[in-house]
């Protein structure tokens, strides 16, 4: 490639990414697979011949926000000969509808597809390429990874797919069948990182502790703990799914010194009926039954949890389930959403998206009041304690403020003259509020 690309010639990209943790990590593969084909990453789109957006389709509004944000983008076409594409989820759900509503769009391809991409400089004038093609197999092996901000985090994809079929929920449509990366790639890919310096590493994956490695009989307990053996200071992983949470996989957990005691528990609803009409495949009674073995298992644990508010079958009564769950699990924070139909799902088809708009309105306002206030009981219950954070940000309040991320991910602001971003340091916390955690460096 390198000699049809001679260093004037070299194409500029520009992409831009919306949605998960997961989108992150691919904008950063799409990186290294254009950089291996000779391309320039740039930071805006104005000189760049190819703009993608990586996207997201989970609920209406990512979609409609992208919409707009092509449509502006398209002004760029004026001035020069620029090629503009949507990648990714929204790609895969809104296929051929998607070139109908936006007809200047060159290029549309699903998530697993991105190997072509390359392909696209060959594009004639005006000529479109649209594929979303699925590949059960596809896990990208042998991309050289790109992270372009040198931040002290990285994201290491484990798994892709879902084969959960939660009826509200686009995902399995959009990324397909679930399929896991073998032990020894992610093993490998973490220990590169830990010799580049990095300090914390993010599995992922759409149900993440469902990783397994059937030929080994090995599950996802093992799985961290073969991670935790390479010695990066910190583990987390994302998103899981309640069920998965086995005893080998909670031992570990509490085991591995670096895997941090901070965990994320989608419930989705507290009301069994509308559990069961979700598919969660848990009563409320099942999830309360794992709320109570993660806290006796893990001290310290940190909960966080995903709900919808206004799935079709909410009665105020099953809402009101929802309310009590969430205080009931007492949760350190939350990702509060309200019903979204997404066209291709079983919710869509099925059922009457019956709960009015005001109405879905007024039950997210109730659900992020008593989130707020549970958020802000465990920020002050932190007043006076000593923490270890990895500071992995530069704070926007001021000269010398670096954040830094606990073991149970609540972020704290410290002042400090000091070089600290990626160090791990000591902190004693000084002030909780709503919506900020203070410390003061002790070491
Ligand atoms: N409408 C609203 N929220 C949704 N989520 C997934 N699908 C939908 C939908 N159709 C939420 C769930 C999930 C999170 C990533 O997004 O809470 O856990």
Not at 65 to 82: A, Y
Not at 177 to 194: F, G, H, K, M, P
Request: hydrophobic content about 35%; glycine content about 8%; some cysteine.
């Amino acid at each position: 490639m390198a000699d049809t690309h001679q260093s004037d010639l070299r194409h500029t990209v520009y992409i831009e990414t919306y949605g998960c943790q997961m989108n992150v990590r691919d904008s950063e593969m799409l990186c290294g697979i254009f950089r291996q084909a000779g391309c320039d990453i740039i930071d805006t789109p104005e000189k760049a011949d190819l703009i993608l957006l990586n996207t997201c389709a989970v609920r209406e509004r990512a979609e409609q926000r992208v919409i707009g944000r092509v449509t502006q983008l398209f002004s760029l076409k004026k001035q020069s000969s620029v090629r503009i594409g949507i990648v990714g989820c929204m790609a895969q759900h809104l296929k051929d509808a998607l070139l109908e509503s936006l007809p200047g769009l060159d290029f549309i391809l699903g998530p697993d597809t991105y190997r072509t991409l390359p392909e696209l400089f060959d594009l004639d004038p005006g000529e479109h390429r649209a594929d979303w093609s699925t590949n059960r197999d596809e896990l990208y092996e042998g991309i050289p990874s790109w992270r372009r901000d040198g931040s002290p985090v990285a994201f290491v994809t484990v798994m892709r797919g879902c084969d959960m079929m939660c009826t509200f929920c686009v995902v399995p449509h959009t990324r397909g069948r679930e399929r896991c990366r073998s032990w020894r790639d992610i093993v490998a890919e973490v220990t590169q990182l830990a010799e580049e310096g990095v300090m914390e590493v993010v599995l992922l994956g759409q149900t993440v502790n469902a990783w397994r490695e059937e030929k080994e009989k090995m599950g996802f307990g093992d799985l961290l703990r073969k991670v935790s053996a390479t010695g990066i200071p910190r583990i987390r992983f994302t998103s899981p799914h309640p069920l998965y949470y086995g005893e080998e996989e909670l031992k570990a957990i509490a085991e591995c010194e670096n895997v941090c005691e901070s965990i994320h528990l989608p419930v989705q609803a507290g009301n069994t009926d509308v559990l069961k009409k979700m598919n969660r495949r848990y009563t409320r009674e099942e999830y309360l039954g794992i709320v109570r073995t993660i806290r006796q298992s893990i001290p310290h644990v940190t909960l966080s949890t995903d709900i919808i508010v206004g799935f079709p079958g909410e009665t105020e009564s099953r809402f009101e389930d929802t309310l009590s769950l969430i205080a009931e699990c007492s949760f350190d924070s939350g990702y509060l959403f309200k019903y979204s139909p997404r066209s291709g799902t079983r919710a869509e088809r099925e059922f009457e998206d019956d709960v009015p708009a005001e109405e879905k309105q007024r039950r997210l306002e109730q659900v992020i009041e008593l989130q707020t206030e549970l958020t802000r009981r465990s920020q002050q219950a932190m007043i006076g304690g000593q923490y270890e954070i990895l500071v992995d940000g530069i704070g926007d309040r001021g000269p010398n403020q670096w954040t830094g991320r606990t073991r149970g991910n609540r972020t704290v602001v410290i002042e400090s003259e000091k070089e600290l971003m990626g160090r791990l340091v000591k902190v004693i916390i000084e002030e909780a509020g709503t919506w900020t955690v203070r410390g003061r460096l002790i070491e």
